[in-house]
Antibody, heavy 123, light 111 residues
């Protein structure tokens, strides 16, 4: 069974950092790009960014709202994707989901989602 | 950036009746490879999003056939032929042709 499990969320003060993990199983991690999508309380879905697979150089792309503050990485040996969040702002408060897709433009884009992990940025 | 506009924002429907969701993009979603990467997601209360439809009209495995997607270019529609109680939630369209953008969502409720 394909599974994505996010972890690492919690309460953090503005300006501090937090790292989220997305632990995967049930598929060949190396074949897929991994994306992060967030949802502020009571709001819609916002794409945060993604990291391409190794064959595409593990390069990353980010939404303008997080560019320069957030970094996505991956560990092929552990089949885990990470979201490093620095200089957190109150507006980063959201449930953070990880999801997969071979690319952003493919038949399997965002076909599987994790359960999400809540990040609250507050003093 | 491609803007995705969904309407209506709220959709009250009687059980057993059809429902229709509209999604419009600010530019064509036809990719250079000839495909149109327009997906539909369902998010039930308290749950993660679930993909229903990919590339405009392809149903995901396990999705009931009362769900169907159609459209082209910049105008897309998700239809439910007969609404059931389990269909309550928010429906989002998403384009993957030009990076990723989600619509603001349409909330389906039972009248």
């Amino acid at each position: 069974e394909v599974q994505l499990v996010e972890s690492g969320g919690g309460l953090v003060q503005p300006g501090r950092s937090l790292r989220l993990s997305c632990t995967t199983s049930g598929f060949t991690f190396g074949d897929y790009a991994m994306s992060w999508v967030r949802q502020a309380p009571g709001k819609g879905l916002e794409w945060v960014g993604f990291i391409r697979s190794k064959v595409y150089g593990e390069t990353t792309e980010y939404a303008a709202s997080v560019k320069g503050r957030f970094t996505i990485s991956r560990d092929e040996s552990k089949s885990i994707a990470y979201l490093q969040m620095n200089s957190l702002k109150t507006e980063d408060t959201a449930v953070y989901y990880c999801t997969r897709g071979r690319t952003l433009a493919s038949s399997d884009t965002f076909d599987i989602w994790g359960q999400g992990t809540m990040v609250t940025v507050s003093s | 950036d491609v803007v995705m506009t969904q309407s209506p924002l709220s959709l009250p429907v009687t059980l057993g009746q059809p429902a229709s969701f509209s999604c419009r993009s600010s530019q064509s979603l036809v990719h250079s490879d000839g495909n149109t990467y327009l997906n539909w997601f369902q998010q039930r209360p308290g749950q993660s999003p679930r993909r229903l439809i990919y590339k405009v009209s392809n149903r995901d495995s396990g999705v009931p056939d009362r769900f169907s997607g159609s459209g082209s270019g910049t105008d897309f529609t998700l239809k439910i032929s007969r609404v059931e109680a389990e269909d309550v939630g928010v429906y989002y369209c998403m384009q993957g042709t030009h990076w990723v953008t989600f619509g603001q969502g349409t909330r389906l409720e039972i009248k």
